[in-house]
C-alpha cells in the first residue's frame, strides 16, 4: 500500500504474519509486527503486509 495523503491504515482480520512501513520510496522498510493493527502513514509512506490469509484493509484519510 502506498498512501496518497496522510491518514491510518486499519488492519483487521485475516492471519497477518508482518507488518512493515518505509518512509524513503521502499528502499528500507521497519518491522511494526504482525500485531500492528493501525499504521499511521504520511503521503507517499509505503506499507507492506504479509498474510496467509487475507486481511481487510481500510485507509482513513486525514480530516475524514
Do not use: H, K, M
Request: glycine share 10%; charged share 10%; proline share 3%.
Amino acid at each position: 500500500f502506498t498512501a496518497s495523503q496522510s491518514g491510518t491504515l486499519i488492519i483487521t482480520g485475516g492471519t497477518v504474519s508482518a507488518v512493515s512501513i518505509s518512509r524513503d520510496n521502499g528502499t528500507t522498510f521497519y518491522a511494526l509486527g504482525s500485531g500492528a493493527s493501525q499504521v499511521r502513514v504520511l503521503a507517499n509512506d509505503q506499507v507492506e503486509i504479509a498474510y496467509s490469509a487475507l486481511p481487510t484493509v481500510v485507509f482513513l484519510p486525514d480530516g475524514q
